[in-house]
C-alpha cells in the first residue's frame, strides 16, 4: 500500500468520458454465482455471466478529451471528442515524488536513486523485452530499463508509489503497458522508446492489477484486478475508455490473454480455475459471456500457464507436470509422456504455440518442444484420459533452474528466448535446435529469495548481502557492478562486516546462517596475489573462507562486534546468545539463555562507561548483560555463562492507555465547547427576556476497557539512547510508536517472566499503526535517522540533536521504494562517509541512493578492493561446517566431558577386571597346590561348592526330564502294537497295489507291478482326493445357495413390482433423490479412498524408511557368503579328527533324521504309484485291444464269407490275459471253485473261519461277484452279435447258392468282380490293422520295461540311503537322551544369564536416577545458599548471626546419618566434609543466642526470610541423606548381583564344553557305519601293483564330473579373484559417487521442501496440508443436509398439491353452484321484464286512446322509471359480481361461505331469457377486462 501521504504527480482526467464509470457499464442482469468447491465441478453448469456494454452513442454524449495538461479541469461536453493520435501526457506530471512535512524545509532531493542491484524473480511474469539489447523489469515501484550492452539502468516511477502490478507489451513493441498497486491504481501506456506516458486508463480496478494482455491487433486491452474484486476490464485504450467488464472469479486470478484468431475470446486462469470468455453481441448490446471449465475425473488443479489454439481449444498445465487439452469447457484429454510420465516434473509455467511448434515451460527447467499436428486432434484412449505422446526437442536449461516465464526477439535476423528464472537469473536461449544451436547463457545473476541481511564495508565503497538462496555476493555502489559470489550448503540469515579495529583493512565479513553456522569469509583483491599459470582470469574480488564454527542450533538472527573489537556476540532463534574472543581466530568464551529468540543484538556506543550488549528478543523482552571477559569464564565441562549480570525489561503494552486517555482528552473539550455554547446561549436569553428552560443531561458513552493483546507484539528494531534506556520499534497492536524504555534499578524483586515493565516515554509516530517500523539507522554524524517501513517505504527524519523527542519526529521525508506488499525493508546502510544510502527488502531488490549530493559528483570515487593477506594461498583451506545436523559448539564440548568421564570409568572397570584376573589365577594355584597335597590332606570337590541347592535342583529337574521320555517312549510302544494289530486284521484293504504282471503279445517281454502297502497318513496325504464328507458339505451348500437365489429371486421380484407402483407416482423426484444420496455415497467412497491412499502412502513411506539400511548396513547374502567361507574354505579337517565339530547348519539329531526317512519314503512311494498306474494303463490298453481285436476278426469273418476258400488268408490269433495279469481274478469265485477251495483249505478251518468272518472278506466277495456278473453280461453281450453275424453269413451264403444256379448276365459278372476285389482289399487291412495294433502295444510295453529297469536301480540306490540313515538314526536315538540333558542345561543357564543381566541394567538405572536426583538436591542447597547470600547483601552486619541461624539444628541430624555415608565417592565426601565443618561452627555457639528472637537494628524481612530458608535448607538435607541412603544399598545390592552373573557365566562355560564333547563321540558313533556304494569295474580306478587290493578303507569315492569340476574350479577361482578385484574397485568407485549423489539429493528434497512451502505461501498465505485438504475436500455432513432439505421439499410438495387439488375441487364446485345461480338469477330477471311488459300493455288497453298524445306520455314515464330502476339493479349486480372476482381471486379456503353469506344479503336479478345464458359476457360486459 501507498503512503496516504505521498503524492500523485498528476491527477485524473476530469472529463467522465476518459474514466470508464461504474454507473455508465451496466453489470450482468444475473448476480455472479458463488464458485462452488472444489469437488463439485460435475454438478455446476456453465456459468454465463454477461455484462452489456456501455453505450456508444452515451460515450459520445458524455466524453471530453480535449485538454492537454491533466490538471485542467474541464467541464464534460454532450458531444464525443476523440484523444487525439498525438497526444501525450507529461512524464514529469505523473510520476510519484517524494512526500515532505510542510515547512519542514527538507529538500525533496534528500535522496535520489542510483541504481538497482536486484531482481523480482518470484513474480509470475517480470520480464519484458522491447529490443535485442533492452530488458525491462518491476522493481519495486520503479520499472527497469536495463541496457544489455552498458549494463546502465533507467527507470520509470509508479505514479501512486503503491507498486506495480505488472508489465506487457504492445504487439507492435511501439508501446507497453504498466498496471500499478494502490487505491483506484491507474493503468499506464508509455511509448517506447522515448518512454513518455500516452495514455491513461483509470477505475479499472479497486487495489492493484495482477495481468494485461494486448489483443493480437493492438486495439484493445484486457487486464485483471487483484484481490477484492477481481474484475476483468477490457478496454479501447487509445480512447481510455472501457469496453467491458465482469468479475472474473472469486480467487486469484494469474493471466488473461486474447485468443490470436479470434479476438472476441478471452481465456483467464487461476487458483483452482480456468474460464472460457466470449464477446456475445446481443439484442442489448456487446456482452461478455464466461463459461468455466469443469474438471471432471481430473484433479482441480491452479493452471500458471495455457495457450490458445486456432481452432478453440485451450491446452493448459498442471501442478503435476501434464498438459490438459479443454474442448467446449471440458477436458478432451489429458496429454503425459511415455510410461504415464509427466510432461515436466512440477508445474507447467507457460505454454507458447509459436511457428506451428507448441512449447511448453517448466519449473524444472526444462523446455520441450511438442507436435503441434499430434496434440490438436489427441484424444484418450483409455478410461483414465490420457494419451501418452513424446517431445520433439527439450532443452534443459541448467542445474537447479526454475522456469516462470520467457519472451522471444529478433536479433540480426535469427530468433532468441530470454527467460526469466525463479533462482534468480535471466537466460538468453537458442530454441533452434539445430547443429549451430547456441548453449543456453546466463545475462544476470541476482539473490533469488529475499536478502535477509546486509552490511556496508566500514573502508570503501562495498556492500556484502546474503539470502535463504545460500550465496553471499559483494557489490561496488560506486561502479554499480557485483564483484563477487560464493555459496553455501545452507542459506544465510545474518550478516555483518567486521568494524575497522577487528580488521584495519576491512576485509572480514561474518554470515549467519539458517543452520546455525557462523562463517568469518574475507574479501581480497586477487589481482595483488602472485600470478599463476593456473589463473588465467582474474576475477575482480575474490572471497576466502577464513573460518567457520557452529554456536547455535537454529538459525543465526543477529551478529555483533563489541566497539573495542575485543568480543564477538551471535543471536539466534534458539533463545541463546553466544560470546566469542575476536583473534587470529574467534575463540568461544560461552553463552547465555535469553526469554525469547533473538530479533537483534546493539553494543552500547563509544559513549557510554561500560560496554554493555542491548538483546532484543522477538517476544517482547529486552535484556542488557556486559561483555564476559574469557578469562574470567570456566569452559572446562560447559560454554554456558551463569554468573553474568543481567538485566531484563519484559515490555507491557500501553497503547490502550494511551488512546483512553486521548478519548477522555477529547470528550473534555467536546464537553467544555459544549458548557461554553450553553451558557452562550442562556445570556442570549437572558437577555431577550425569555425563561430559560433546564435541560436533561446527556448520557455520555462509557469509555472503552484497557486492550492488552494477549500474545505480546513483536519487538522489530531498537537502539541505545543512554546508558541503561532505549528505544524499541514494535509491531502487530502496538505499532504506531517510539517506546521509550529503561532498565529498572532493583532486578531481584520480580522473576523475568511475571515483569510488567512499562517505558517511561512515548512518541507517536506519523501513519505507522498498520505499518510499522522495521529498521532504524543512522549515519555516522547521526544527524539523519533512516526507518524502513513494513510497506517497503523508506522515510528520513532530520535530527537537530542526538536526543529523540516528538518535535525532532514531526517533519520526515518519505519516499516508496520497495513492493508494498512483500518488501519490507530488511537492511538500511550508509556509506562509510555518508554519502550513499543502501535498502534492500523482502522483494529481493537492493538499491543505492545518493545522499544530497548529485551522480556527478562521485564520477572520481572508486571503491578499493582490501589487498590479500600474506601467505593466503599457502595457508590450507578452512574445513566448512556442511552438515546441517552437525553438533554445535556447546554439543560437542559435552559430548567430550562425556567421554572423559566413560574413559575414566572404563579404567576403573580394567582395574577391577585386572583384580579379578589376579585373583582367579591365585584360586588356580590353590588348586594346584590341592592337588599335589596327599590325598588324605586334599580338599574335597563339593567343598568347593558354594551351594548344594543347586546341583540337587539340577538333578531333581534331570530326573523329572527322565521320566517325561518315558512315558512318551511308553505311549509310542503302545502305538505301535495298536498299528500291528490293524495291519493283521485289515491287510488287504491296506494293500494299494498288488503285483500284476502284463506280457506281451509276440514276444516274451513282460513287465510287473510294484507290491505296495498304502502309506499312512503320518507320512503322505493326497489333498488331491476329496472326502465324502467335504463332497457331501458342497452339495448341501450348493443346493442352499439355490434356494436362496429362489427366494433372493422372489423378493427381489416382488420388491421390483412395489417400486414400479411407487415409481409412477414418485418417479422423477425419487430419482433425483436417489441419484444424490448415489451422488453423495460415491463423494464419500472418493473421501475414504482418499483417505485411505493417504494413509496407505504413509505407511509404505514408514516401511520404506523403516527398511532404509543403516551407514553400517551390510548386505545377508555377503554375510553369509563370509561365514560359509569362513567355516568351509581352507577347512580340511575330517570328520574323524580330534579337533572336529559339527557346524549348527549341519548338525543332526532325531528329529531331523525322521523327517529325512519320511521325506525319502514318500518319494519312494510316489516315485512307485506312478510307474504302477503306467503299468495298469498298459493292463487296460491290452484289455480294450483284445476287445477291439475280436471286433475286427468278427468283420474279417464276415469279409472272407464272400471270398473262396483259395483267397481267405489265415485269421490272426486272439491275445489271452494271463492270470497274472489279472489277479484280481483269483477272488472270483462260483459255487463249484468254493467247494474245491474248501476242499483244499479243511486244514485251515480256523484260519478260513477267521477271514470268513472279518468284514474285508465279505467285501472281496460282493467285489468277486459283482465282477463276475459284469463279465458274463459282458461275453453274453458279445457273443449275440456274432450269432447274428453268423447267421446272415449262412442266409447270404444260400442267397449265393440259389443265384449260381442261374447263368448271370455280364453286369452281374462285373458286379462280382467288383465285389471280389473290395473283399480282397478289405481282408487285407483287417489282418495290417491288427498286427498294426499288436506290434503298437508291444513296443509301448517294451518302452515302459526300459523305464522300470531304471526306476529300479534308482530304487535300489534309495534302499541302500533309507538303511544308511535308518541306523544312524537309531545311533541319534540312543544320543538324544543325553543330548537333551545336555542341551538343556546349556539354555537354562542361558536364560540365567540373561535375566541377571536385566537384573544388573535395571540396578544401574536406578543407580543414574539416584545420582540425578542427589545432583538436583546439591542444586537446590546451593540456590537456596545463593538465595541467602543474595539476601543478605554486602556488609550486612548480622551476616554472621544470619547464618548461624540458618545453619541451626542440622547437627543432630548429621550424627544420625554419619555412619551411613562411609562408603561414599570422593567428591561426595569432600562436600559432606566442608558442609559439617560449617555445622560445627554454627553448632558451638547454639547456647548463646535465641534463633526465634531478632536481633535489635536487624532486618525484620530479612531475618524471616532467613527462617524460611532455614526450613528449606532443612527439608533439602533430609532428602539428600534419604537418597544416599537408598544409593548406597543399590550399590551393595549391585555388587552382590556381579558375583553371581560371574559365577552363572562359568558354570555356562563349563556346560557348553561338556555337550561339545558328547557331540563329538556321537558324531564318532556316526563315523563308524558302513555306507555301500555300488560301483561297476570300469568305475574302480583304485590299484595296488596293478592288481585291485581287497581293502578298499584308504580309497575314496568320487564321481568323475566332480573331479573336472574340482579341477576346473581351480581356474575359475583364479579368474574369480581377478574379477572380484576390478567388482572391488568399481564398488570402491560405486560407493563415492552413490555418496555424491545423495549429497546432491539432500540438497535437491531441501530446496524442493523450501520451494514447496514457499509455492504455499504464494498461493494461500500459509503453509498447507494438502493430504487433509485431499482428505476433506468435501463436506459430506453439508451434502447430506442438502439432500435432506430436498427430502422435505418434496413432501412439503405432495402436500400442496393434494391441497391445490382440494382448491381446484371446490373452485369447481363453487363454479357449478356460480352458475347456476346466475341461471336462476337471470331467469328471475326475465320473468320480472315479462310481468311488466305484460302489465304496461293492459294499462294502455284500458285508457283512451287519446288520452296517450295529451301531455306527458305515462308509457314515456313509466318505461324511464323502469330503466332507472333497471340500471340500478344492474350496477348492484356489477358491484357484487366484482366482489366475486375478488373473492375468487383470493383463492381462499372460506371462499364458500362468503359465497354464501353474500347471496343471503344480496338479492340477484335473474336474466330475462335462457338465451342469456349463452352468452354471460353481454350481459356484464364491464366485468371485461
Request: charged share 30%; proline share 4%; with cysteine.
Amino acid at each position: 500500500m501507498s503512503s496516504p501521504k505521498e503524492k500523485e504527480g498528476a491527477d485524473e482526467k476530469a472529463a467522465e468520458g476518459t474514466q470508464a464509470d461504474h454507473s455508465s457499464v451496466q453489470e450482468s442482469k444475473s448476480s455472479l454465482p458463488k464458485e462452488s468447491p472444489a469437488g463439485e465441478e460435475e454438478e455446476e453448469d456453465v456459468e454465463h455471466v454477461e455484462t452489456d456494454t456501455e453505450s456508444i452513442a452515451d460515450d459520445l454524449e458524455e466524453q471530453d478529451n480535449t485538454e492537454v495538461s491533466p490538471k485542467e479541469e474541464k467541464t464534460p461536453e454532450r458531444k464525443e471528442k476523440k484523444i487525439s493520435e498525438t497526444f501525450f501526457y507529461s512524464y514529469e506530471d505523473i510520476y510519484s515524488r517524494p512526500f515532505v512535512t510542510e515547512d519542514s524545509g527538507i529538500p525533496i532531493n534528500l535522496l535520489t536513486l542510483k541504481y538497482s542491484f536486484g531482481y523480482d524473480c518470484i513474480r509470475s511474469v517480470n520480464l519484458m523485452v522491447m529490443d535485442s539489447q533492452s530488458l525491462l523489469y518491476v522493481a519495486g515501484n520503479q520499472v527497469v530499463i536495463l541496457d544489455l550492452k552498458t549494463k546502465s539502468q533507467s527507470y520509470l516511477r509508479s505514479s501512486s508509489g503503491g507498486g506495480i502490478g505488472f508489465i506487457a507489451a504492445h504487439p507492435t513493441k511501439q508501446y507497453f503497458a504498466v498496471g500499478e498497486k494502490g487505491e483506484k491504481p491507474n493503468l499506464i501506456i508509455y511509448d517506447y522508446p522515448s518512454l513518455r506516458p500516452y495514455r491513461i486508463l483509470r477505475d479499472g480496478t479497486k487495489k492493484g492489477y495482477v495481468f494485461g494482455d494486448f489483443n493480437h491487433t493492438g486495439t484493445l486491452l484486457a487486464s485483471i484486478g487483484s484481490s477484492p474484486d477481481y474484475m476483468l476490464t477490457i478496454w479501447d485504450w487509445k480512447q481510455e475508455k472501457i469496453v467491458l467488464r465482469s468479475k472474473a472469479f472469486s480467487q486469484d486470478v494469474y493471466r488473461v490473454t486474447f485468443s490470436p484468431d479470434n479476438e472476441e475470446q478471452l481465456t483467464t486462469a487461476g487458483v483452482g480455475h480456468i474460464r472460457f470468455w466470449k464477446m456475445a453481441h446481443t439484442f442489448t448490446g456487446l456482452k461478455l459471456q464466461g463459461a468455466l471449465g469443469r474438471f471432471g475425473t481430473t484433479a482441480v488443479t491452479d493452471i500458471i500457464g495455457y495457450v490458445e489454439l486456432p481452432d478453440g481449444k485451450v491446452i493448459s498445465g498442471a501442478e503435476w507436470g501434464n498438459l490438459l487439452l479443454w474442448e467446449g469447457g471440458l477436458i478432451k484429454v489429458e496429454l503425459c509422456r511415455a510410461g504415464h510420465k509427466p510432461c515436466h516434473n512440477g508445474p507447467v509455467s507457460q505454454i507458447v504455440l509459436d511457428e506451428g511448434e507448441l512449447i511448453t515451460v517448466g519449473k524444472d527447467g526444462f523446455i520441450r518442444v511438442w507436435n503441434f499436428e499430434a496434440v490438436d486432434p489427441a484424444d484418450s484412449v483409455d478410461e483414465k484420459g490420457l494419451l501418452e505422446i513424446e517431445p520433439m526437442n527439450e532443452l534443459r536449461v541448467g542445474k537447479n533452474v526454475s522456469l516462470s516465464f520467457m519472451c522471444k526477439i529478433h536479433d540480426c535476423g535469427q530468433p532468441f528466448w530470454y527467460a526469466q528464472d525463479a533462482n534468480g537469473k535471466i537466460w538468453k536461449l537458442d530454441l533452434t535446435f539445430s547443429n549451430i544451436t547456441r548453449d543456453p547463457e546466463c545475462l544476470c545473476t541476482f539473490h533469488s529469495r529475499r536478502i535477509e541481511a546486509m552490511s556496508v564495508s566500514p573502508m570503501t565503497y562495498l556492500v556484502a548481502t546474503t539470502a535463504l538462496d545460500r550465496s553471499v555476493r559483494i557489490y561496488d555502489f560506486i561502479s554499480n557492478s557485483q564483484q563477487s559470489e560464493i555459496k553455501f550448503k545452507q542459506g544465510g540469515t545474518a550478516l555483518s562486516w567486521a568494524p575497522h579495529v577487528v580488521n584495519p583493512k576491512g576485509s572480514l565479513i561474518a554470515v549467519g546462517f539458517e543452520d546455525g553456522v557462523v562463517r568469518i569469509i574475507e574479501v581480497y583483491d586477487p589481482k595483488g596475489l602472485p600470478t599463476l599459470a593456473e589463473q588465467p582470469n582474474i576475477r575482480n574480488a575474490g572471497i576466502n573462507l577464513k573460518q567457520a564454527f557452529k554456536p547455535h542450533t537454529t538459525a543465526v538472527t543477529a551478529l555483533a562486534y563489541e566497539r573495542n573489537g575485543d568480543v564477538f556476540a551471535t543471536g539466534s532463534k534458539d533463545k541463546t546468545v553466544f560470546f566469542f574472543a575476536v583473534e587470529d581466530e574467534y575463540k568461544p568464551i560461552g553463552f547465555i539463555h535469553v526469554p525469547g529468540a533473538v530479533q537483534a543484538l546493539q553494543w552500547s556506543p563509544p559513549s557510554h562507561v561500560t560496554s554493555m550488549l542491548l538483546i532484543l528478543c522477538e517476544n517482547g523482552y529486552v535484556l542488557q548483560v556486559p561483555a564476559p571477559l574469557p578469562e574470567k569464564q570456566e569452559t572446562a565441562s560447559t560454554y554456558h555463562i551463569k554468573n553474568l549480570p543481567t538485566q531484563y525489561f519484559h515490555f507491557y503494552s500501553i497503547k490502550s492507555r494511551i488512546k483512553l486517555e486521548e478519548e477522555i482528552a477529547l470528550r473534555e473539550r467536546k464537553k467544555q465547547e459544549k458548557e461554553k455554547a450553553k451558557l452562550e446561549r442562556i445570556r442570549q436569553l437572558q437577555e431577550m427576556g425569555k425563561e430559560v428552560e433546564e435541560e436533561e443531561p446527556e448520557e455520555e458513552e462509557p469509555l472503552p476497557s484497557i486492550y492488552i493483546p494477549e500474545e505480546p507484539s513483536p519487538i522489530l528494531c531498537g537502539f541505545y539512547s543512554a546508558p541503561g534506556k532505549f528505544w524499541l520499534s514494535l509491531g502487530g497492536y502496538d505499532s504506531g510508536f517510539l517506546y521509550h524504555c529503561a532498565f529498572s534499578s532493583n532486578e531481584h524483586q520480580e522473576d523475568p517472566e511475571n515483569r510488567q515493565d512499562e517505558p517511561f516515554e512515548v512518541i507517536p509516530i506519523e501513519d505507522t499503526d498498520d505499518n510499522p517500523i522495521h529498521q532504524i539507522s543512522f549515519c555516522t554524524s547521526r544527524l539523519l535517522m533512516f526507518c524502513g517501513m513494513q510497506n517497503g517505504a523508506l522515510r528520513v527524519y532530520p535530527l537537530q540533536d542526538k536526543d529523540l523527542s516528538v518535535n525532532t519526529l514531526k517533519a520526515y521525508w518519505s519516499f516508496s521504494v520497495h513492493d508494498n506488499d512483500y518488501g519490507q525493508i530488511r537492511g538500511i546502510c550508509c556509506s562509510y562517509d555518508d554519502r550513499f544510502l543502501i535498502t534492500c527488502g523482502g522483494d529481493g531488490n537492493i538499491f543505492t541512493f545518493n545522499i544530497l549530493s548529485p551522480e556527478d559528483v562521485h564520477e572520481e570515487l572508486k571503491a578499493q578492493i582490501p589487498p590479500p593477506r600474506m601467505g593466503l594461498l599457502k595457508e590450507k583451506a578452512a574445513e566448512d561446517i556442511e552438515d546441517p545436523s552437525a553438533c554445535n559448539i556447546e554439543e560437542v564440548k559435552q559430548k567430550k566431558e562425556y567421554e572423559r568421564i566413560m574413559k575414566e570409568a572404563e579404567d576403573k572397570k580394567s582395574k577391577k577386571r585386572e583384580e579379578l584376573i589376579a585373583l582367579r589365577q591365585e584360586f588356580l594355584f590353590l588348586l594346584q597346590k590341592n592337588q599335589e597335597l596327599p590325598k588324605h590332606m586334599q580338599l574335597q570337590r563339593e567343598q568347593y561348592e558354594v551351594d548344594r541347592r543347586v546341583f540337587e535342583e539340577l538333578n531333581r529337574q534331570t530326573a523329572q526330564r527322565i521320566q517325561l521320555v518315558e512315558k512318551e517312549l511308553a505311549w509310542e510302544h503302545e502305538k505301535h502294537l495298536i498299528g500291528l494289530q490293524k495291519l493283521q486284521n485289515w491287510f488287504r484293504d491296506s494293500l494299494e497295489f498288488d503285483t500284476v504282471v502284463v506280457r506281451a503279445i509276440q514276444s516274451n517281454h513282460q513287465i510287473s507291478t510294484y507290491r505296495l502297502v498304502a502309506v499312512s497318513e503320518e507320512y503322505y496325504q493326497d489333498k488331491e482326493r476329496p472326502s465324502w464328507r467335504k463332497t457331501v458339505l458342497k452339495r448341501a451348500w450348493k443346493k442352499e445357495e439355490k434356494k436362496e437365489t429362489i427366494r433372493d429371486r422372489k423378493s427381489v421380484i416382488v420388491k421390483g413390482e412395489a417400486d414400479q407402483l411407487m415409481s409412477k407416482v414418485q418417479k422423477p423426484t425419487t430419482r433425483f433423490i436417489e441419484m444424490k444420496r448415489e451422488q453423495i455415497r460415491r463423494i464419500v467412497e472418493k473421501s475414504d479412498k482418499e483417505k485411505a491412499k493417504i494413509m496407505k502412502r504413509k505407511e509404505e513411506w514408514e516401511k520404506l524408511y523403516e527398511s532404509k539400511p543403516g551407514d553400517d548396513y551390510e548386505d545377508p547374502r555377503d554375510v553369509q557368503a563370509i561365514k560359509e567361507a569362513q567355516e568351509n574354505m581352507g577347512c580340511y579337517k575330517l570328520k574323524t579328527a580330534r579337533d572336529y565339530r559339527v557346524p549348527e547348519d549341519k548338525c543332526m539329531n532325531t528329529e531331523k533324521r525322521t523327517m529325512q526317512l519320511a521325506s525319502l519314503e514318500v518319494l519312494i512311494y510316489k516315485k512307485k504309484v506312478n510307474m504302477n498306474k503306467q503299468i495298469m494303463s498298459l493292463r487296460d490298453f491290452k484289455v480294450s485291444i483284445i476287445e477291439e481285436i475280436k471286433c475286427l476278426l468278427q468283420e474279417l469273418k464276415s469279409v472272407q464269407a464272400a471270398l473262396d476258400l483259395s483267397e481267405r488268408l489265415p485269421l490272426p490269433l486272439i491275445p489271452q490275459l494271463h492270470p497274472d495279469e489279472v489277479p484280481e481274478k483269483r477272488f472270483e469265485y462260483d459255487h463249484d471253485i468254493l467247494l474245491k477251495f474248501k476242499e483244499k483249505q479243511a486244514a485251515k478251518a480256523t484260519l478260513q473261519e477267521q477271514l470268513e468272518e472279518s468284514p474285508s472278506s465279505g467285501a472281496f466277495r460282493n467285489s468277486f461277484k459283482s465282477s463276475h456278473k459284469e463279465t458274463g453280461s459282458l461275453q453274453q453281450a458279445a457273443s449275440s452279435p456274432t450269432m447274428k453275424r453268423s447267421s446272415s453269413v449262412v442266409t447270404e451264403q444260400q442267397k449265393i447258392f440259389v443265384i449260381e444256379k442261374a447263368e448271370p448276365t455280364e453286369i452281374e459278372l462285373e458286379i462280382l468282380k467288383k465285389e471280389k476285389i473290395k473283399n480282397l482289399y478289405l481282408q487285407k487291412t483287417l489282418i495290417n490293422k491288427i498286427n498294426a495294433v499288436v506290434t503298437n502295444f508291444d513296443a509301448e510295453l517294451r518302452f515302459l520295461r526300459h523305464k522300470k529297469l531304471q526306476l529300479d536301480v534308482q530304487m535300489k540306490h534309495a534302499d541302500l540311503r533309507y538303511i544308511t540313515w535308518f541306523e544312524e538314526l537309531l545311533i541319534l536315538k540312543n544320543a538324544e537322551k543325553n543330548e537333551n540333558i545336555l542341551q538343556g542345561h546349556v539354555n537354562t543357564l542361558q536364560s540365567e544369564q540373561e535375566a541377571m543381566q536385566s537384573k544388573l541394567n535395571s540396578c544401574l538405572a536406578q543407580m543414574e536416577d539416584k545420582k540425578s536426583e542427589i545432583v538436583k538436591l546439591q542444586e537446590c542447597e546451593k540456590a537456596v545458599n545463593a538465595s541467602f547470600q543474595a539476601s543478605l547483601g554486602e556488609n550486612n552486619e548480622f551476616a554472621h548471626f544470619l547464618t548461624k541461624v540458618l545453619r541451626r539444628k542440622f547437627s543432630s541430624m548429621r550424627k544420625k546419618v554419619e555412619t551411613d555415608e562411609k562408603d561414599e565417592s570422593e567428591d561426595e565426601s569432600d562436600e559432606e566434609s566442608s558442609l559439617e565443618s560449617d555445622e560445627e561452627d554454627s553448632g558451638s555457639e547454639d547456647e548463646i543466642f535465641d534463633i526465634s528472637v531478632c536481633p535489635e537494628n536487624c532486618d525484620k524481612a530479612l531475618f524471616q526470610n532467613t527462617i524460611q530458608l532455614r526450613e528449606k535448607w532443612l527439608d533439602i538435607k533430609e532428602a539428600l541423606i534419604r537418597e544416599k541412603k537408598v544409593a548406597a544399598k543399590l550399590r551393595k545390592e549391585y555388587d552382590v548381583l556381579v558375583k553371581k552373573a560371574k559365577s552363572i557365566e562359568s558354570s555356562l562355560k563349563t556346560a557348553e564344553k561338556e555337550l561339545d564333547i558328547f557331540q563329538w563321540e556321537k558324531q564318532q558313533k556316526l563315523n563308524d557305519l558302513y555306507v555301500v556304494v555300488p560301483l561297476k569295474l570300469h568305475q574302480v580306478e583304485y590299484f595296488f601293483n596293478g592288481e585291485i587290493p581287497r581293502d578298499f578303507s584308504q580309497a575314496l569315492v568320487f564321481t568323475n564330473q566332480s573331479l573336472e569340476c574340482l579341477q576346473k574350479r581351480i581356474a575359475d577361482l583364479h579368474h574369480e579373484k581377478i574379477m572380484q578385484r576390478k567388482i572391488y574397485k568399481k564398488a570402491q568407485k560405486q560407493h563415492k559417487q552413490l555418496l555424491r549423489d545423495k549429497k546432491e539429493m539432500e540438497i535437491t528434497i531441501q530446496h524442493l521442501e523450501e520451494k514447496c512451502s514457499q509455492l504455499m505461501m504464494l498461493k494461500f498465505g500459509r503453509v498447507v496440508d494438502f493430504e487433509a485438504v485431499q482428505a476433506r475436500s468435501v463436506n459430506i455432513r453439508l451434502e447430506e443436509l442438502k439432500l435432506h432439505i430436498i427430502e422435505k421439499e418434496y413432501e412439503h410438495s405432495q402436500e400442496i398439491n393434494e391441497c391445490t387439488k382440494r382448491i381446484s375441487d371446490l373452485e369447481q364446485k363453487l363454479m357449478m353452484l356460480t352458475k347456476e345461480n346466475t341461471i336462476k338469477v337471470r331467469q328471475l330477471n326475465q320473468f320480472c321484464l315479462e310481468k311488466q311488459q305484460l302489465e304496461t300493455k293492459l294499462d294502455s288497453l284500458k285508457d283512451d286512446l287519446g288520452v296517450e298524445f295529451q301531455g306527458p306520455r305515462t308509457a314515456d314515464i313509466k318505461e324511464k322509471a323502469r330503466m332507472e330502476s333497471q340500471l340500478k339493479c344492474l350496477a348492484h349486480d356489477e358491484a357484487i359480481l366484482r366482489e366475486e372476482i375478488n373473492l375468487l381471486s383470493r383463492k381462499d379456503g372460506h371462499l364458500i361461505e362468503e359465497l354464501s353469506l353474500l347471496t343471503r344479503n344480496d338479492q340477484f336479478l335473474q336474466p330475462s331469457s335462457p338465451q342469456d345464458l349463452e352468452a354471460p359476457d353481454e350481459i356484464f360486459p364491464l366485468l371485461k377486462p
